[in-house]
């Protein structure tokens, strides 16, 4: 491939030398050839902003509404509360009974940078062991979740 090159140019000597080759002396011992695979990765894209791409990529979660629950949702949610909780009363009764169950309960977005940040959020479902269902504390620990009953939208006691 041939370069035009202005006439006088200040490196002309040097681009017409060409690439330097290194073999055996000073130079070419300090600094080794690096092998291809090492060579590439200083070539790999990076990326200049951190949590650039995390933070475009939340933008795309679509939130919703909290949910309203009719009052013949609310009867049977309270009835399926009063059964964990007297499935659960003592740690040692929550142990003996083991009860498996799926939560599905409301999230609000807490993320300040999306326009739905406290107006709206997702709901999720977790299947876990009841450890309690505290009605004084009005708060179900379902594994490692303590989740407040009046996030909860709805319960699915599993049978064996």
């Known amino acids: 491939m041939t370069q035009n090159i202005q006439r006088n140019f200040k490196y002309d000597a040097v ?12 130079f070419s011992l300090r600094h080794p050839a690096m092998m291809r695979g090492k060579r590439a990765k200083i070539f790999a894209p990076f990326a200049a902003l951190k949590g650039f791409e995390e933070e475009v990529q939340s ?8 949910r309203s629950l009719s009052p013949d949702e609310m009867l049977v949610l ?5 059964t964990l909780h007297r499935l659960t009363q003592t740690r040692r009764e929550a142990e003996k009974n083991r009860v498996l169950a799926s939560v599905e309960y409301y999230v ?5 940078h999306h326009e739905d940040c406290g107006i709206k959020g997702s709901y999720e479902t977790v299947t876990d062991i009841v450890r309690s269902a505290d009605p004084i504390t009005q708060k179900v620990r379902i ?3 303590s989740i407040a009953m009046n996030d909860i939208f709805r319960i699915r006691i ?3």
Not at 15 to 26: A, F, Q
Not at 59 to 66: G, H
Not at 78 to 82: A, E, F, G, V
Not at 108 to 112: K, L, N, R, V
């Open 59 to 66: 933008k795309d979660i679509v939130y919703e509404n909290r």
């Open 15 to 26: 681009m017409k030398k060409g690439r330097p080759v290194h073999r055996g002396d000073y």
């Open 78 to 82: 309270n009835d399926q509360l009063r």
């Open 158 to 160: 599993h049978r064996d």
């Open 108 to 112: 609000p977005c807490t993320d300040p």
């Open 143 to 145: 594994g490692d979740l």
